[in-house]
């Protein structure tokens, strides 16, 4: 069972942190919209506790893939 809260937490976790990273690309971090403000932080655009959380959630499901071990039951 551990397995498959591993992947389901894998999956989820790295969509979700490819997905915030798409839209870390395209926020005022990278690109300056306003050139008059310059280029704003990662805090200023609200995506920091985004990375972290799913960041920790890929860890996590990685980390349960790699670590636990199913029973051979036959």
Do not use: Q, W
């Not at 069972?1 to 894998?10: C, D, E, P």
């Not at 976790?13 to 926020?27: P, T």
């Not at 932080?41 to 860890?59: A, C, K, P």
């Amino acid at each position: 069972m551990a397995k498959v809260l591993g992947v389901m937490l894998s999956i989820v976790g790295g969509l979700a942190f490819l997905g915030k990273f798409f839209v870390y690309l395209n926020s005022s971090v990278v690109l300056p919209y306003n050139p008059a403000d310059g280029f704003k932080g990662l805090i200023d655009v609200d995506l920091s506790f985004s990375f972290v959380i799913f960041g920790f959630m890929l860890l996590c499901g990685l980390l349960l893939l790699k670590l636990s071990s199913e029973p051979n039951l036959k």
